[in-house]
C-alpha cells in the first residue's frame, strides 16, 4: 500500500519544494524529508522526556495521560496538569513557550510554507508532542482537525506532523485519507462515523505516514486521519504545530493565539524567561 501511494504523492525534497502547493491542494498532504536535521531532533526528542520527568518545567502546561485503554472514551479529558514523572504522556501542550522548540520551527523550512498557504502572519492553534508509549493500545479515532463547534472566528489551515521517532504500522504511524479534505467539514467536524467513513473509503486511498526521524508530513485541518495502537516495543513521538491566520481567534475568550511567524512573532530568547504559560494564551480544540 505504501508504495502505491508515494506513486501518487512524491516525495518532495528540501531542495525543491516547487510543487508543494499543489499537492496539497489535490491530496490535502505531502511529505518533507529530513526537514529537521538529526541534532536538532535529538535535542527536541531530549526536552520532551525532561518535561516528561520533570527535569524541565514550565508551569501552566498542558499535561495529558495515555489510558493504555482500547478504548478511546478512556482519555481523561479533564485532568490536563502535570501529574508526576512518567512517559505515558500522550500529549504535552504549549510548546510555542520552550525556546528550543519554537527556535526549531522557525529556522526551518516551514516559515515559507506557511506564508505561502496561509500568508504572512501565522498563529499556532498548538504546538504539542503527540505521544504513543511503547505496548500502549490506545487509538486515535478517524477525525478531521475541524469542527463547526469549536469556538474559533475561523478554522485552522494545516498541520505539521514531525516525527521524533522512527514511525511505521507497528508503532502506530498516522494514516491519512487522501483528498478528503475536499469534502468540507463531515459529520459536523472532527470525529468521523463509521458509516461516512465506509463510503469515502470506497473511492479515497490511504496514506500511511511512515517516516524516518526529521521527516514531516503537512496536511490540510480538514484530512480525516486516525492512528492505530502502538503494540510495539518501541516508542513513537511526535511534534505537530496546527498553523492558520493570526487574525483567528477564540470567540469565547475574545484571545487570540501565539504568533510564531509574522509581525508580532514570538521570540526564542523571550520565552526562555518565562516562568509560566501567559494566562491570556487562547485555548486550543481537538483530540
Not at 39 to 68: H, V, W
Not at 88 to 96: A, C, G, Q, T
Request: hydrophobic share 40%.
Amino acid at each position: 500500500m505504501l508504495s502505491l501511494i508515494l506513486n501518487v504523492l512524491e516525495v518532495a525534497q528540501l531542495s525543491s519544494l516547487l510543487n508543494f502547493k499543489e499537492k496539497y491542494t489535490k491530496d490535502g498532504l505531502f511529505i518533507i524529508k529530513n526537514l529537521l536535521d538529526q541534532k536538532t531532533i535529538s535535542s527536541l526528542a531530549g526536552i520532551t522526556d525532561q518535561l516528561m520527568s520533570g527535569k524541565r518545567k514550565l508551569d501552566g502546561m498542558f499535561f495529558q495521560l495515555d489510558p493504555n485503554s482500547e478504548s478511546y472514551g478512556d482519555v481523561d479529558f479533564s485532568v490536563t496538569t502535570f501529574q508526576g514523572p512518567s512517559l505515558n504522556y500522550r500529549k504535552i501542550k504549549d510548546l510555542e513557550y520552550i525556546p528550543e522548540f519554537l527556535a526549531a520551527i522557525q529556522a526551518s523550512n516551514l516559515r515559507a510554507i506557511a506564508n505561502d498557504i496561509i500568508g504572512p502572519n501565522v498563529s499556532s492553534m498548538r504546538m504539542m508532542i503527540v505521544n504513543k508509549p511503547s505496548k500502549s493500545k490506545t487509538p486515535l479515532p478517524w477525525h478531521q482537525d475541524i469542527s463547526a463547534k469549536w469556538p474559533m472566528s475561523g478554522a485552522p489551515e494545516m498541520t505539521v506532523w514531525i516525527a521524533l521517532d522512527d514511525v511505521d504500522e507497528s508503532n502506530g504511524c498516522v494514516e491519512w485519507i487522501i483528498g478528503s479534505h475536499k469534502l468540507g467539514e463531515i459529520d459536523g467536524g472532527h470525529l468521523t462515523s463509521q458509516d461516512t467513513l465506509n463510503e469515502i473509503l470506497n473511492t479515497h486511498k490511504i496514506f500511511f505516514g511512515e517516516l524516518k526521524r526529521g521527516d514531516a508530513v503537512v496536511f490540510n485541518n480538514g484530512v480525516i486521519h486516525r492512528s492505530k495502537p502502538n503494540f510495539s516495543g518501541k516508542r513513537r513521538r511526535g511534534l505537530t504545530l496546527c498553523l492558520m491566520d493570526s487574525k483567528i481567534y477564540n470567540t469565547d475568550s475574545k484571545t487570540f493565539y501565539p504568533i510564531i511567524f509574522g509581525v508580532d512573532e514570538l521570540k526564542p530568547r523571550e520565552v526562555a524567561n518565562l516562568e509560566k504559560v501567559p494566562s491570556n494564551r487562547a485555548i486550543d480544540f481537538g483530540e
